[in-house]
């Protein structure tokens, strides 16, 4: 009775309030950017390089994060990265307002948004063991998943709506949400983390040495960032809405949104289901569901079938980010979660911002189509790698078997 209690208490309300919210603003801001910017120059290496200035900051502080987080407590740092993103959406928001903006200024601002992003998450990240009792952390995980999933289905879908009716005014609308995002972390006291280690350089490594030295955690992150990182096709949307599917700014939200439905459909049954047995297994099986999606989806230019291949694609994805996600916080020592956590943010930006640079640059190169078809070979290619260069990963069988290796 209370570890249910202490699930839902208010400091964990306010983690899901704020995550989810922050999640969807910067969901309608990457999908906003990349409608808007894609219609002013035609040119898919504008979307490119929205990834890119997303995902240079991650590698830039990677180390200063990971520490930050282990010295400072965490709930400040997530209130301070929140805050530079919203500066930085506010910014791009002044300068959108221009029918013909300064691109190096938006690429500029859409980096320092990335800089809030490189500490707020791992140290986000880092909170939920602090909130939670370690009993029902598994269903935390999952909870937390879904609900930042249901956001994933109405960001998009709502910024879809926004982006027609406010047009480029539509970055005001999403700077407030930050904002508002900020309310939800009050309700999170301040945990202040007993640690061990020394402020040294070599501290910097203990994050990347710990996922090295664990075969399942490493491969479960370096399957998902080959994997989403090659295979990726959410930067393709807005090419596929104007030049492929030729729908409006309405429908690239509902396209948008759909993987996300997936996502949460799958989460709902994760939380209210016991610790899946033979995760390695039905995590692979979903893995080559994720291929076939990625497949299904460049071919197509029928608007529904679009739509159910990016359902089948976030319902493949949930469970591996759902399995990634317990396995890094079941088998992580306490004075190591600030640099793991840190860790864990590299491989998703890696997969996800660096993805989209990869795919966006591709489009420029190659063209949608055959970026997407390319994308699911090489993913295929990865998946069939992976089953022998991480065989424990294939083998396990419940995350909840993992314990933190001290």
Not at 143 to 149: A, F
Not at 177 to 199: D, E, M, N, Q, W
């Amino acid at each position: 009775m209370t570890a249910d209690i202490k699930l839902f208490d208010r400091p964990f309300f306010g983690y899901l309030v704020s995550r989810s919210s922050i999640g969807m603003a910067n969901t309608m801001l990457v999908m906003a950017l990349g409608w808007h910017l894609y219609q002013l120059t035609g040119d898919a290496w504008s979307i490119a390089f929205v990834g890119l200035a997303q995902v240079i900051p991650v590698y830039a502080f990677f180390f200063v994060s990971g520490i930050v987080v282990l010295y400072v407590a965490r709930i400040w740092v997530v209130r301070g990265g929140s805050l530079i993103e919203a500066i930085a959406t506010f910014g791009i928001a002044m300068l959108m307002i221009d029918p013909t903006p300064t691109l190096w200024a938006v690429y500029a601002l859409v980096c320092l948004h990335g800089t809030g992003r490189a500490f707020h998450g791992p140290a986000l990240q880092a909170i939920v063991p602090n909130i939670v009792h370690e009993g029902v952390l598994d269903r935390a995980v999952a909870m937390s998943t879904t609900v930042w999933n249901t956001a994933m289905i109405l960001g998009p879908a709502l910024g879809g709506f926004l982006i027609a009716w406010f047009d480029r005014s539509v970055y005001f609308v999403i700077a407030g949400i930050i904002l508002f995002a900020l309310l939800g972390y009050a309700l999170i006291p301040t945990f202040r983390v007993t640690h061990t280690t020394s402020r040294t350089l070599r501290s910097f490594f203990d994050g990347m040495r710990f996922v090295k030295n664990q075969p399942i955690i490493l491969g479960g992150l370096t399957v998902d960032m080959l994997m989403v990182g090659f295979g990726s096709v959410l930067v393709l949307l807005p090419i596929y809405a104007i030049d492929v599917l030729n729908v409006g700014a309405e429908s690239l939200g509902v396209l948008r949104s759909m993987p996300a439905l997936g996502s949460i459909l799958v989460g709902v049954i994760l939380a209210s289901r016991p610790p899946m047995q033979g995760a390695g297994k039905k995590l692979f099986i979903a893995l080559c569901l994720f291929v076939g999606s990625i497949l299904g989806f460049a071919v197509s230019n029928v608007y529904w079938l679009s739509l159910i291949a990016l359902f089948f694609y976030g319902a493949s994805d949930m469970v591996s980010m759902n399995i990634r996600s317990a396995m890094v916080h079941r088998a992580t020592p306490e004075h190591l979660r600030g640099r793991v956590s840190a860790v864990n943010m590299l491989f998703i930006q890696t997969s996800n911002e660096a993805g989209d640079f990869r795919g966006g640059s591709f489009a420029a190169m190659f063209g949608p189509v055959t970026t997407g078809v390319l994308g699911a070979g090489i993913a295929a290619l990865v998946l069939i790698w992976s089953r022998w260069q991480f065989a424990p990963l294939y083998q396990l069988n419940r995350t909840s078997d993992l314990k933190p290796d001290v």
